[in-house]
């Protein structure tokens, strides 16, 4: 009988390990491009930032929301780290990006900032000179920062001296 017991154990915990690689495998293949695009240490902090905000340009200032408490914003920072969310490669486009909107992951003292353009649906990393084709994912990004903003209010930003 006790021998049964220690083959279900180790039947058990092989199968568990099992799962485990094929579940590593299963979201390296999702994630493959974007992590040599991103590079791991910015798809970490993509995935597990603290502390989001967006950055928008308006009228030649500045704009920025703390988003982190927004809804779906999990869903966001997934989707930004999935190969699915763009196309590779990218398609040519005439449209000349000029990054109107940023978002800011920040944790344990790191940022990582993602450069947006709705208009001609592109995202970028900060020092990448190279943009991603996000197509697929240009609508819902569209639709989620309409709802950030309209779920959140302006950081003041003071400049010391008041």
């Known amino acids: ?39 791991p240490d910015d798809v970490v902090l993509i995935r597990s930032a603290k502390q989001v905000q967006l950055v928008r340009q308006i009228d030649g200032s500045e704009e920025r929301r703390d988003i982190s408490h927004v809804a779906d914003l999990d869903d966001l920072q997934k989707a930004l780290v999935e190969d699915a969310s763009y196309r590779f490669p990218g398609v040519d486009s005439s449209c000349e990006p000029d990054w109107p909107i940023a978002l800011e992951f920040h944790h344990a003292g790191k940022t990582c900032t993602i450069a947006i353009d709705l208009d001609c649906g592109q995202i970028k990393s900060t020092g990448r000179e190279k943009g991603l084709d996000a197509a697929p994912i240009q609508t819902g990004l569209r639709e989620f920062i309409d709802y950030a903003v309209s779920r959140s209010t302006p950081i003041m930003v003071t400049n010391g001296s008041e």
């Not at 279900?8 to 299963?26: D, F, H, R, W």
């Open 1 to 39: 009988m006790k021998t049964r017991g220690t083959w279900l154990v180790a039947a058990i915990l092989l199968l568990a390990a099992t799962i485990a690689g094929l579940n590593l495998a299963y979201h390296w293949s999702r994630t493959k491009e974007a992590i040599v695009y991103f590079g």
